[in-house]
Every structure is written in C-alpha cells, then in structure tokens.
C-alpha cells in the first residue's frame, strides 16, 4: 500500500481546498492531514485482538469507527470515504475500482489535545472537573452489558491481561524490561484470582457498559470549553464494553504517568463525587497496572512499523520501556496501592 499513500499525498486527489499535506501514522492506521480534514485509512494488519487484514474488514471497521465515535464527537467524525480507481492515480469516492477506504473526520489544532495541553502546562484542575463531568455522563449514558452476556467476564479479563504480556515479550528483548514484566504478569495473576468475585459482583450490579476503551490523554480534545474524546475502539467489542472504573484508571495512570497525581486526584475525586461508584475500589490498583501494559503493548506494538528512523526507534523503545517501570512501581511502591484513598480524605 506504500504507492497508494504516496499518490493520496498530492494535494489534486482532493475534491477541496489543500493547506498543508501531512502523513501521521500508527501501528494500525494512516492519518492524511489537509488543513481542513483528516483522512484516517487502516493499515492491512492482523495482530489477534485486531484483525484489519482484509478489504472487507477494513471497510466495517471505518463504518464502526464512524458509528462509535459519533457518540462523543459527531462534530468531528464525518463520513466513510472510498478510494478509488488506481493506486498511482487514486480519487476519493470515486467511480472506479474500490482500492481501500478511509474515515473523513473534522482536522483539529493539535495543540488542543489534553496530551499536549499536559506537557506545555496548560492542563488546569479546571478541566479535570470538565474531563470528569462529561466521562461521568457518557458512562451514566451508556449501555450496560447483559449479565449472561461474554462482556467483563472473567475469562475475557484474564485474556486481554495475558495478551499484553504476550505481545510486548514478542517485540521486547530487553532484560530489565522483561524482569519487571515477569513481576508485573505474577502480581496481575494473584491480584486477578483475589479479585474474582468482586469482578463478578460489579457485573452483576451493572458496571460494564459499552464505553470508549482507549481513554487516555492522547485521544482527548479541549474545543470551545468542551472535553471531548475521541478514537474510541471499533475493532474488539470486548475492549469497549468493560468495567467503568478500567476506562477512569486509564486516564488515571496516564496522569500519573505525566507526573501529575494532582490532576489525577482532581479528576478521580469528581467523577466519584459525580457517578457515586464508590464501592470495589480494590479493583482499581489491578486496572491502573493494566492500562500500563496496554501502553506498553502498543509502544511494543510500533517498534515493528517499517521505515523508521533509529531515533524513533528508540524514542518507542524509550516509551515502552517507561510504561513498563510505571507498572512495577504499581505493585511495589505502596503509596500507589493507597493513592487513591488519600485523594478521598
């Protein structure tokens, strides 16, 4: 597909006004700035707990990015485009051949992420309180899974723990880093069969619902005074009907991992004083060092993109790596196990 990302950076491909052309990418997607609007286009990857392997697969999966996505931000998720014709002279919703497909979104400035906001020291105890206001009302707002439904059980927990274990020890062969990811993978088993009825109980008392299930800094937008996520998991229905508490530790962690345990007590305490889902707090310390090895499977993940620089490599590696200590500094450190009950008093 490199020959077709290539022609889709000329600007005449585009039925509007070109400012800037700019390719971002990921370990699963091409991201085509213009200006105006972003074009995102799924990369023909297979990694198991994602599958965009296929045209056909791609095609659904822009439809249920669209679709999801619109529950946070119809301002900014606009259409399902098709590209077409050949990949040499490539045009957008064409009338020939279906090459591939791509979500049409709104372009935002951004310097507007909250991932950005953080690390210029614009983030403020103010839009914590906006952050959690509008996560409570979009998890008080969602479907709640059905108790017999496969959704937050604790066959599917015990899984997507074990898989981020899998896929960084595929990509990662630094000692240390292994070290700690055997120590980190011991304490999440233990911690998992202690904590088996407490995750049945939540689902029974109606805590898993469909929501977004990649909340962290990165995929949030300040517009206008208002919060609003975005990118949400299309791909694995399993990772977004989850337990409300794994989303608000996500954002916890990244927080934390920011040096900012201010502006995570200032979220966490208002979304509680907001949703009232004080109960299985237990939980949450299990969730936090979760959601690391997430980021660190996803750093690991990126390590296997072609045609990158050494640098960027080892900025990944660098990152990986991080989330990694992050996680061993959850079950060592003690004042982390008892952080969030402080920010309670």
């Known amino acids: 597909m490199a020959n077709l990302i290539n022609a889709l950076l000329n600007p005449s491909v585009y039925n509007h006004t070109v400012d800037k052309i700019e390719l971002l990418q990921t370990h699963i997607s091409w991201i085509i700035l213009t200006g105006d609007f972003a074009y995102k286009i799924k990369k023909p990857v297979d990694f198991g707990f994602l599958d965009f392997s296929s045209l056909g697969k791609r095609k659904h999966y822009c439809e249920e990015e669209l679709r999801l996505n619109r529950r946070f931000a119809p301002q900014l998720y606009l259409d399902v485009v098709t590209i077409t014709d050949s990949e040499e002279l490539p045009v957008i919703n064409g009338t020939g051949k279906v090459l591939e497909y791509a979500v049409k979104m709104q372009q935002f400035p951004t310097e507007n992420l909250l991932s950005n906001m953080i690390n210029t020291g614009g983030l403020r105890k103010t839009h914590m ?41 595929h990509h990662v062969q630094n000692t240390e880093i292994l070290e700690q990811l055997d120590a980190i993978e011991r304490w999440s088993t233990e911690t998992f069969i202690s904590l088996q009825t407490v995750f049945q109980q939540r689902k029974q008392d109606g805590f898993i619902r469909e929501c977004h299930g990649d909340l962290h800094l990165g ?91 050494q640098s960027e490599i080892d900025a990944i590696y660098k990152q990986c790596k991080n989330y990694v200590a992050l996680g061993n500094r959850y079950i060592t450190d003690r004042k982390h196990h008892y952080a969030w009950f402080q920010w309670l008093r």
């Open 219 to 309: 995929n949030i937008i300040l517009l206008h005074e208002e919060i609003i996520p975005f990118d949400c998991i299309e791909f694995s229905a399993n990772l977004r009907w989850i337990d409300v508490l794994s989303e608000i530790a996500f954002l916890v962690m990244d927080l934390e991992d920011h040096q900012r345990p201010d502006l995570a007590g200032r979220f966490q305490n208002k979304y509680l004083e907001l949703t009232g889902d004080y109960s299985h707090l237990n939980v949450f310390q299990f969730y936090k060092a979760y959601r690391a090895m997430v980021r660190a499977k996803v750093n690991a993940l990126r390590l296997g993109q072609e045609g990158m620089s």
């Open 129 to 169: 309180d906006w952050l959690a206001k509008s996560i409570a009302r979009l998890h008080q707002q969602a479907e709640v899974a059905e108790t017999k439904s496969e959704f937050g059980t604790l066959v599917v927990i015990e899984e997507q723990v074990k898989e981020n274990f899998r896929q960084i020890r």
